[in-house]
Structure formats: C-alpha cells, structure tokens
C-alpha cells in the first residue's frame, strides 16, 4: 500500500528537477559528478560534453582551474603570453595538447560549435589577439573520454546527473563553486538515487 506513494513522490521529485530523469546524453550537456564519484580524478568535476554517440564520449573538466597559465603550456605561442587568464585541467587524456574554448557571436573558421555561442576551437595565435580574456576564451590541457558504452555504465550506477550547459556555469567568474551550484538538492540526490537502485533490481 505504502509503495505506490512512494514512487509517485521519487517522480515528482525528479521531473520537478529534470535531472536524470531522462539522461539525455549528447553534445552541450553537462555531467555533474554525483557524491558517488570519489577519487582525485573526476570527484566534484563538471564536464561539458564535447561529442557522444555509440562509439563513446569526449569531454572537457570546465572547474579545475590550474595554478598555471596557458603560455606555461604552450611558450611557443608567444600570443598567449599577453591572454588573461589561468590554464584548466580538461582531463586525464593526452595532458599535453591544449584545447580552447571561445564564446562568440561569429562563428570562427575550423570551429566546432558545442552549444548555443560556445565553440571548440584551435589555440591558435589569431585567436588570441581576438580574444584575450577568460570571461570568452578559456584553454584545457586534456580531456575527459569514455570508450563505448561506458559513461552508459557510469549513469546506471548514478555516477553522474545531466544538465543543459551554460555559458554561466562554462564560462564562470568562480570555477571552482560550479560544481556546488549545480549540484541537486539533498532531497533531490536521495530520490535520484532510489530511482538509480529500483531500475537496477
């Protein structure tokens, strides 16, 4: 008699959020690491969805800012030495390319656009000059992947709750509280995460 209510009140509690309750996995999305994902790698890590489909998925960490700079990582860009702004960790794979972000209302040249203004782009000198500041351009050294059918796995297990990115939350003023902000609820969490536990059983 009990059950019913029950699982009425976990699905208001998710529809109300729009968190997970359809996971709609896709390019311009955001994973927001649940309290589940523990260790130094991805724990309170937001990453925005560069590309996803049966083969896999790519993204980009959006709140790890690093203690370094991106002509640290690049000193033959001589360009980069006059941008202003930090370097950010993107992720475990290949640290040492650098990817960029650019917001803009003209789409670049070789650009891949990643949601409403928001494009991927090259680091390129070009691009600096035009775009010198963080609050539109920002470099990751790495980026976060998953081969076929893992990050599947990963929201099965309750790993990750899936937001619409921002320019916002992408482009923050405070990288580092993104992930608190975006972070659901208590309530919400403990009913997502029942909902995660019942579709397992």
């Given at each position: 008699m009990g059950t019913f209510p029950t699982v009425l009140t976990l699905a208001v509690c998710l529809l109300s959020f729009g968190a997970n309750a359809d996971q709609?996995?896709?390019?311009?999305?955001?994973?927001?690491a649940t309290d589940d994902v523990l260790g130094p790698l991805f724990a309170e890590t937001v990453v925005l969805l560069l590309h996803y489909d049966e083969s896999g998925a790519i993204g980009l960490v959006v709140n790890r800012p690093l203690d370094a700079t991106p002509a640290d990582a690049m000193p033959d860009m001589p360009a980069l030495a006059d941008y202003e702004g930090t370097l950010y960790w993107?992720?475990?794979v290949q640290q040492y390319a650098?990817?960029?972000?650019?917001?803009?209302?003209?789409?670049?040249?070789?650009?891949?656009?990643v949601f409403g203004?928001?494009?991927?782009?090259?680091p390129e000198d070009e691009l600096v000059e035009h775009a010198s500041t963080a609050s539109t351009l920002r470099f990751y050294v790495g980026y976060a992947g998953w081969a076929a059918g893992q990050?599947?796995?990963?929201?099965?297990?309750g790993s990750w709750h899936v937001l619409p990115a921002t320019e916002k939350s992408v482009f923050a003023k405070e990288p580092g509280e993104v992930w608190r902000?975006?972070?659901?609820?208590?309530?919400?969490?403990?009913?997502?995460?029942?909902?995660?536990?019942?579709?397992?059983r």
């Open positions: 709609g996995l896709a390019k311009g999305k955001l994973l927001v993107g992720g475990p650098l990817r960029a972000l650019l917001r803009t209302d003209v789409e670049p040249e070789h650009a891949l656009r203004a928001v494009y991927l782009v090259p990050l599947d796995a990963e929201m099965d297990r902000q975006l972070l659901p609820p208590r309530e919400y969490r403990a009913a997502i995460n029942a909902a995660v536990l019942a579709r397992m």
